[in-house]
């Protein structure tokens, strides 16, 4: 499983790897580059985090909170049952990393600037 150590403006760190880029994070603890909408959480994100059949999405929407989520990306949510929990950056770090060490199946993308 993943863990973030930390993040800053435009960067964030996962096992020891700084990333200076938005990311994803699988149920695995994999990390990709985060492609799709920059202020907005889109569907084909959705599907791409679905792959691990993660209980929770968790969405780190950058340092003031600019990433929204897209309507078809909730509802693609729901359809599933997964449930999409929204936060800055910092504050979904720590709960992505609460829910992990509980031993959830989380997923999760962060936005690393605004």
Known sequence: MGKIENSGFGSIVINGKRYCHDVWVFTDGSVEKR????????AEEIQNL???????????AGTSSCVG?????????????????????????E???Q???????????FHVTC
């Open 50 to 60: 679905l792959k691990g059949n993660p209980e929770i999405i968790i969405v780190g």
């Open 35 to 42: 492609r799709g909408g920059n202020h907005t959480f889109l």
């Open 99 to 109: 829910l992990v060490s509980e031993g959830m199946k989380v997923a999760a993308a």
């Open 95 to 97: 709960t992505y990393n």
């Open 69 to 93: 989520i897209g309507k078809e990306a909730g509802q693609l949510a729901e359809n599933k049952n997964i449930k999409i929990e929204r936060a800055a950056t910092p504050k979904a770090i």
